[in-house]
Nanobody, 120 residues
Framework: QVRLVESGGGLVQPGGSLRLSCAIS????????MGWFRQAPGKQRELVAM???????DYADFVKGRFTISRDYAKNTMSLQMNSLNSEDTAVYYC??????????????WGQGTQVTVSS
């Protein structure tokens, strides 16, 4: 079982920055995709940014140029640097990863989520 623990959420003013971190309990070399999703009240969970199966980064249009995803193989952590935050970025942010297992299929793993609130 892979465990993901997010940290770094909180309250920030519009235009401010936050950095989210996700500690993952397994080697990154065993993972397929790794990324960040978010869910605002009354809305569906949506992709924010991810490392796809080829190791390249994908970003949602609404965060391009403002958010940066990164990962540290040595520390088993994944981060999301969020700049120029606005009220529409208010949501619970989840880190996610998945593994492709021969003969089993795909296992998805989620963190518990961390609240990000952008408000003056």
């Amino acid at each position: 079982q892979v465990r993901l623990v997010e940290s770094g959420g909180g309250l920030v003013q519009p235009g401010g920055s936050l950095r989210l971190s996700c500690a993952i309990s397994a080697s990154f070399y065993s993972m397929n995709t790794m990324g960040w999703f978010r869910q605002a009240p009354g809305k569906q969970r949506e992709l924010v940014a991810m490392f796809n199966g080829n190791g390249n980064t994908d970003y949602a249009d609404f965060v391009k140029g403002r958010f940066t995803i990164s990962r540290d193989y040595a520390k088993n952590t994944m981060s999301l640097q969020m700049n120029s935050l606005n009220s529409e970025d208010t949501a619970v942010y989840y880190c996610h990863t998945d593994q492709l297992l021969a003969g089993v299929g795909r296992n998805d793993y989620w963190g518990q989520g961390t609240q990000v609130t952008v408000s003056s």
